[in-house]
């Protein structure tokens, strides 16, 4: 049976991959889903992330919903003048839940609406394994008033792996990434291994540019999740040889560093109200959080990268396992 929390870890480890990948790889991913997005979108202008925007409104009860969920707000320019922004909804889905998400989909699609005032476009990528559970609609009727609603709706599961791989677009092997580990789900490490090395190898014949390829990289190499440690080794030892002894980025080091400064940020936002120093402490105390929950590292290695004590350590551990007051 497999560990609740191993799979949690996995779990948390997977939102942050995707939604730091949905940023780095952004302008590719709008050509993915949106092929016209060239034509109606002013890249030049820039691109704005408003996923703190978007928490308020979720509301505590579909923030602790039990299923996970990547959530973006993105807010691009358009090019015909006449709109001075498009919000642009994501949602990553990687498993069914109990709850609706359809209307789900609908109240943040209303509320998007109602704060900002400008047409507003909603995609669902569903990551997980049910053929069933495909939500692209959400219907509502109340003595002769119906409201109707449809989102784009991507079903991984549903893709082709030969056309992913035909596609030059970065974005599709973040896509065919996602299929095979879908697919591969029962498999063992030596079958997750070959998998791993032939993405590497495909990524490498399409001679992207260093960030698009450190993007893809980080994706793939965190995405596909091995058993055992040896596994892990012997694909470092192959991606070296592939990429001539230079590694595109460290194993750990790309993920570490995202637990650090958010860490940072968020702990540093929330004490500050009471000063610098609680600020920083709450930093402190944030980034270990962030190393044990979200990346699932030891006491020891948590202490070291946040470079506080192992009894500091225990006692995050402690409270965020609700055993210590």
């Known amino acids: 049976m497999e560990d609740t929390n191993e799979k949690s870890i996995y779990y948390q480890r997977d939102d942050r991959l995707w939604k730091h990948v949905l940023e780095e790889l952004f302008e590719d991913f709008l050509s993915f889903f949106f092929p016209e997005a060239g034509e109606i979108v002013d890249l030049s202008?820039?691109?704005?992330?408003?996923?703190?925007?978007?928490d308020q409104f979720l509301s505590a009860e579909e923030k602790d919903a039990g299923v996970r969920h990547v959530d973006k707000l993105v807010r691009v320019y358009l090019k015909n003048g006449k709109e001075r922004y498009l919000p642009i909804h994501i949602e990553v889905q990687g498993q069914k839940?109990?709850?609706?998400?359809?209307?789900?989909?609908?109240?943040c699609w209303c509320r998007i609406k109602d704060k900002y005032g400008v047409p507003v476009t909603a995609l669902a990528i569903l990551t997980d394994s049910s053929k069933s559970f495909r939500p692209s609609v959400y219907t509502e009727e109340c003595m002769g008033t119906l409201t109707w609603f449809k989102f784009n709706s991507y079903k991984v599961l549903d893709q082709d792996e030969e056309a992913l791989r035909?596609?030059?677009?970065?974005?599709?092997?973040?896509i065919l990434t996602t299929l095979l580990t879908i697919k591969s789900k029962k498999k063992g490490d030596a079958a997750l291994l070959?998998?791993?090395r032939r993405l590497v190898r495909e990524m490498l014949a399409r001679n992207l540019?260093?960030?698009?390829?450190k993007a893809v990289f980080n994706f793939l190499s965190h995405f596909v999740h091995f058993k055992e440690?040896?596994?892990e080794q012997a694909f470092k030892e192959d991606v070296q040889k592939l990429t001539n002894n230079k590694i595109i980025m460290g194993t750990e080091e790309y993920l570490l560093e995202k637990a650090r400064t958010e860490g940072m940020e968020q702990g540093i936002e929330q004490g500050m109200e009471r000063g610098i120093e609680r600020g920083l402490k709450q930093g402190k105390e944030q980034v270990v959080k962030n190393l044990?929950?979200?990346l699932g590292l030891d006491d020891k290695q948590a202490a070291s990268t946040a470079e506080v004590s192992i009894e500091f350590v225990q006692h995050i551990r402690r409270l965020t396992e609700g055993k210590e007051d």
């Open 45 to 54: 202008r820039g691109v704005e992330y408003l996923d703190k925007e978007f």
């Open 97 to 107: 839940g109990k709850e609706d998400f359809s209307g789900r989909m609908h109240r």
């Open 166 to 174: 035909a596609n030059p677009n970065p974005f599709a092997l973040i």
């Open 194 to 196: 070959s998998i791993k």
């Open 209 to 213: 540019d260093r960030e698009r390829r």
């Open 229 to 231: 440690k040896e596994a």
């Open 292 to 294: 044990i929950v979200q």
